[in-house]
């Protein structure tokens, strides 16, 4: 089983500056990978970023990087220089045997 | 490649009416997902397939029903309609072999907003 905690419903940054989004998760599985998904209004899953729970080094997608730790079963996301389009909701997400658990989300607004 | 569709985009129903949500994917995926979303909330799994002829109950499969005739096509069925089943619904899409990878992309559609009134 699995589970995905993301404990802070909103966040807002100002344009350029860099923002971190916290996630959980906790799961039984010994091979798994997390995510972190974007749904802007248009309500389109879009896939920002994801991490081999196996790998030790941290994924990072131009603007976008994560800081995974392990053990403490933590999962956060760092976004540099936010730009407007990056509002959004965003969920952190983990997935094994081809099934994915996600959190309840993060609302992010960015202001100009 | 037009990816996941779905229809229709949106849909007002009245409690006790049926409907189905219709999903294609034109990927030649093997693995075919619904999910909800309620306001304020993460997606929720409610029936998965693996294969044509198969699929399985997720987290949510309380009043809905599920069938996979072809690789390309799972529709969702709603029976008797009632306002707990407002949501938006998601169909998404997966190519997985057992003993690879732990998880292979899915790719999702645009969704189905549902209203039950």
């Known amino acids: 089983a699995q589970t995905v905690t993301q404990s802070q419903p909103e966040m807002s940054v100002q344009e350029a500056e860099t923002v971190t989004l916290s996630c959980t998760y906790d799961?039984?599985?010994?091979?798994?990978?997390l995510f972190w998904y974007k749904q802007p209004p248009s309500r389109q899953m879009i896939l920002v970023i994801r991490?081999?729970?196996?790998?030790?080094q941290n994924a990072t997608e131009n603007r976008f990087s994560v800081n995974f730790q392990k053990a403490a079963k933590s999962f956060s996301l760092k976004i540099s220089d936010s730009q407007l389009g990056d509002a959004a909701m965003y969920f952190c997400?983990?997935?094994?045997?081809?099934?994915?658990?996600f959190g309840k989300g993060i609302t992010l607004s960015v202001r100009p | 490649n037009a990816g996941v569709t779905q229809t229709p985009k949106f849909r007002i129903l009245k409690i006790g009416q049926s409907m189905t949500l219709q999903c294609t994917q034109d990927?030649?995926?093997?693995?075919m997902y619904w999910y909800r979303q309620d306001p304020g909330m993460g997606l929720k799994l409610i029936y998965y397939?693996?294969?044509?002829?198969?699929?399985d109950k997720g987290e949510v499969p309380n009043g809905y029903n599920v069938s996979r005739s072809t690789t390309e096509d799972f529709p969702l069925r709603l029976e008797l309609a009632a306002p707990s089943q407002t949501s938006v619904y998601f169909c998404?899409?997966?190519?997985?072999?057992?003993?690879?990878?732990?998880?292979?992309?899915?790719?999702f559609g645009p969704g189905t907003r549902l209203t039950v009134l």
């Open positions: 397939s693996v294969g044509a002829g198969i699929t």
């Open positions: 998404a899409s997966s190519q997985w072999t057992s003993g690879g990878p732990a998880y292979n992309e899915q790719f």
């Open positions: 799961t039984s599985e010994s091979d798994y990978y």
């Open positions: 997400a983990s997935g094994a045997n081809s099934k994915l658990t």
């Open positions: 990927m030649n995926h093997n693995y």
């Open positions: 991490q081999e729970a196996y790998k030790q």
